[in-house]
């Protein structure tokens, strides 16, 4: 029997939407990759305030600590908001 007689859904099979989800561990780690360059950049966008007004004077190290401070949490807001949509997204394909 020749490869023509089959018909094509047997060659390439389209896969449903309940076997395309993806495994929670891709999550995780795009969890620890997306934190850390959210941080990086909220820590960059934040440097263009000038707080040296809110500051006594040569106070540089109380200064990048409120940045320091404000990116992770800004960062990690950021993070877990947009995967847990994507997870949220995954659970209702897997459910279809």
């Known amino acids: 029997m020749s490869l023509q007689t089959y018909p094509r859904q047997i060659l390439f099979p389209t896969p449903s939407w309940g076997e395309i989800m993806i495994s929670a561990n891709v ?7 997306l934190f850390f360059f959210s941080t990086y950049m909220v820590f960059h966008s934040l440097q263009a305030i000038d707080l040296s007004r809110m500051f006594k004077p040569n106070s540089t190290g109380e200064i990048r600590t409120v940045f320091l401070v404000l990116s992770v949490t800004f960062g990690y807001l950021f993070t877990t908001a947009i995967i847990s949509l994507f997870e949220y997204l995954n659970s209702l394909l897997g459910n279809l």
């Open 27 to 33: 999550f995780y780690l795009l969890r620890i990759v």
